[in-house]
């Protein structure tokens, strides 16, 4: 969990990065609907770097299997939608388009697997934690 730790760590950071070349190198270059896909992909990605650290705490605290998972699928989400949000932006190539879906999906299966997770570290019938 390390290396997660690490790599949430750098995205957080590259996130923060991105923010700031959209809003003061981009601006002025890119249409308003490009610049605006640019932006969702780092807000998706700087979501996601934070629940990906939620993650590693979570790992400590109930080591499980589902949490590997969710981190891979949240990391291959940051990759796919945000990646192809970016690609689309700067490179105006619509094909980068269709793949932003697939990340969306990456998405949606690490957060189910974070619930899933959750859940079966819960002692139900006691309501413990």
Do not use: D
Request: charged residues 5%.
């Amino acid at each position: 969990m390390k290396i997660i730790l690490s790599i949430s760590a750098f995205s957080g950071m590259l996130a923060v990065i991105l923010g700031a070349f959209a809003a003061h190198g981009l601006k002025s270059k890119l249409p308003e609907a490009l610049l605006n896909a640019f932006q969702t992909g780092v807000q998706y990605q700087m979501f996601h770097s934070l629940a990906l650290i939620l993650i590693v705490i979570m790992y400590r605290q109930m080591p499980q299997g589902l949490l590997v998972w969710s981190a891979g699928f949240m990391l291959a989400g940051i990759l796919f939608f945000s990646g192809s949000l970016y690609m689309l932006a700067l490179t105006q190539v619509k094909w980068f388009g269709p793949i932003t879906p697939l990340g969306g999906v990456c998405f949606i299966v690490g957060w189910a697997l974070l619930a899933a997770s959750a859940i079966k570290g819960t002692n139900i019938i006691e309501g413990a934690s």
